[in-house]
């Protein structure tokens, strides 16, 4: 069995006493110096009326030797990290040697003042005042206390004794000396209490650090184990989410299974918002959200977030207006556009799923006091003001209101986050039975100037040639399902190959008219290796064909490796991609 470490070992009260004391007495190093200089003239003026200059210059020859040794073994005295044993022996030794070497300086010159005669009373006097100051800074350790502080007190009551053993004065500077020493242990004992104290601060304080680094860590591995697992869902559900569109294609003349197929893509729209806005509520409380604020073309904006919402609002039978007021012609709301359509569509979702009747209204006013404010005014049944209060705390819901419906409590919490991350506000007001109005209120900088809406005309649709032969290369046998399904329903032939070697053996075997790849993200392509191997693999699938130029797409699911793709001759198209898209794609 291995000898523990002794860092590892909780330190002792008394270990921790001795270690604070040390300490307490190297800090009063400066002080002692003080009290020193100050004494050392009186010493002089009592010594000189008995001794001769030699004497006094042997004395103070003798002090300087005294506190060279104090400053040589000064940097040794300095206290470890760790509390150790082993330490503390050595620090302790080492500060006795120095105290002692004091209390032994003052009693040889106390003694030197026997035979004196008349001046003995006063220099022993002197001497009694310095054993006083021995005794002060010996307090902090008991053990000092206890033994240099009798040695430095017994040569001037031992002079005094010797030299007028009768006289009132030597008893008045014996009961001195010995009160002084009670103080000593009383202010040593106060001491102790407080070396106690200051070490549970210091150890809360540490243990409160490392709960804080043990939090923060936490708190990552949460965030990159929910980022993963919603990466993971979201993929799947997307996954679902294509197949359930293809199959609505196919079912467009059977209502009841399209219904079934309807209610199940709410659903994992449901699922993919539910995500969305856990991981962004966790991202802003966290703080490492990043925004992008510029000015917003917030007109447009509150249009196409309107937009969105008119096949929700006519399904219930209300009424979506907007109310949109000409602004200045210079100034524009700063913001981050995505965030701020973020939060205008959870208030105007939460307008519209929760009234029953009458009418939703987003209304936008004119800016005032550097502020420009958007309104989302419903007819709902309206909440009491504890409600609205809870209406805005994170997995809150408010259960008069929100019965059947389904949600995680978040959307408004998040939204007011978002709109304070980015200098704004969101607020609201609501009557019961009347309705609720809740408004985001964002930075207006009058001098800024709001990006204006370039509107393109829409290229023509080029038809793709009827009947073109397509290789499918796809490694995910749902994703070659739904390519496949739309590459028949464009009226394409589709052969489909999983691996890149069989893709140039089914191509050999006959012509084709493009590729199209899908075999998710692909290796790193700033590697020259990987570079030259997918080149590779490109000249021989070229090379089965006779025509001079093959159409080459890839799917890409997040975009990346476009560029070198594109210089070797592949067309990169963004996942996921409309029939519209993919029939332009292989009409080029």
């Known amino acids: 069995m291995s000898e523990p470490n002794p860092a590892d070992i909780a330190p002792t009260h008394e270990q921790i006493v001795l270690d604070y004391g040390l300490k307490a007495q190297v800090r009063l190093l400066p002080y002692a110096l003080a009290f020193f200089a100050i004494g050392l003239p009186v010493y002089i003026w009592g010594a000189h009326y008995f001794m001769s200059a030699l004497q006094i210059a042997v004395n103070l020859a003798l002090f300087a030797c005294v506190w060279a040794a104090f400053f040589f073994l000064k940097p040794s005295l300095k206290a ?11 620090r302790l030794r080492r500060q006795w040697l120095c105290g002692g070497l004091w209390a032994l300086s003052l009693l040889v010159a106390s003694l030197n003042s026997i035979g004196a005669g008349a001046a003995a009373q006063v220099f022993a006097t002197i001497c009694a005042g310095a054993a006083v100051g021995v005794i002060f800074f010996s307090a902090p350790v008991l053990l000092f206390l206890l033994t240099l502080a009798p040695l430095a007190m017994a040569g001037p009551i031992l002079a005094l004794n010797l030299t007028h053993p ?85 079912l467009s003349r059977a209502p009841a299974p399209r219904h079934y197929v309807d209610s199940a893509r709410s659903e994992i729209e449901h699922l993919l918002g539910l995500i969305t806005t856990t991981l962004d509520d966790d991202e802003a409380r966290s703080g490492h959200m990043t925004l992008d604020l510029r000015p917003l073309d917030i007109e447009g904006l509150i249009r196409h977030v309107a937009a969105g919402f008119h096949d929700m609002a006519a399904t219930k039978g209300l009424d979506l207006t907007l109310t949109l007021p000409a ?112 408004w985001i209120d964002l930075p207006f900088d009058a001098a800024a100037r709001a990006p204006r809406p370039v509107i393109e005309p829409e290229a023509p649709v080029q038809e793709a040639a009827p009947g073109l032969k397509v290789m499918l290369v796809s490694n995910d046998s749902l994703r070659s399902v739904q390519l496949r399904d739309t590459l028949e329903g464009l009226g394409h032939r589709c052969l489909t190959a999983t691996t890149r070697h069989r893709a ?11 590729v199209l790849i899908a075999t998710g993200a692909f290796e790193d392509l700033d590697n020259d290796a990987n570079r030259q191997k997918v080149a590779e693999w490109l000249e021989r699938l070229r090379s089965t064909q006779e025509q001079e130029k093959l159409n080459i797409l890839a799917l890409l ?32």
């Open 80 to 90: 470890d990290s760790q509390i150790t044993r082993q330490s503390l022996n050595v």
């Open 504 to 514: 140039v053996s089914l191509a050999a075997k006959g012509e084709i008219d493009a």
């Open 166 to 250: 009768e006289g009132q004065w030597t008893g008045l500077v014996t009961g001195g000396l010995a009160m002084a020493l009670a103080l000593g242990l009383i202010m040593n004992r106060h001491l102790q209490e407080h070396y106690r104290l200051a070490f549970e601060q210091l150890r809360t304080a540490q243990e409160r650090e490392t709960a804080l680094t043990a939090r923060d860590a936490l708190t990552r591995d949460q965030m990159a184990l929910m980022q993963t697992l919603s990466r993971e869902v979201a993929t799947g559900l997307r996954s679902v989410e294509q197949t359930l569109i293809q199959g609505l294609s196919h």
């Open 557 to 588: 699911p997040d975009g990346q490796q476009a560029e070198p793709l594109s210089e070797l001759g592949v067309r990169p198209l963004l996942m996921p991609q409309s029939e519209d898209a993919l029939r332009r794609a292989l009409s080029v």
């Open 327 to 438: 602004l200045p012609e210079t100034g524009a709301a700063i913001g981050d556009g995505p965030r701020v359509e973020q939060i205008l569509s959870h208030l105007l979702a939460n307008a519209i799923q929760y009234t029953p009747k009458g009418k939703v209204e987003v209304k936008l006013l004119p800016p005032a006091e550097g502020r420009l404010r958007v309104e989302v005014v419903d007819s709902g049944p309206g909440l009491e003001a504890d409600e609205l209060t809870r209406a805005f705390l994170p997995h809150e819901r408010v259960t008069r209101t929100s019965a059947g419906y389904s949600g995680a409590g978040l959307g408004l919490h998040l939204s007011k986050r978002l709109a304070e991350l980015m200098q704004g506000d969101v607020g609201a007001q609501s009557t019961p039975d009347v309705g609720s109005k809740f």
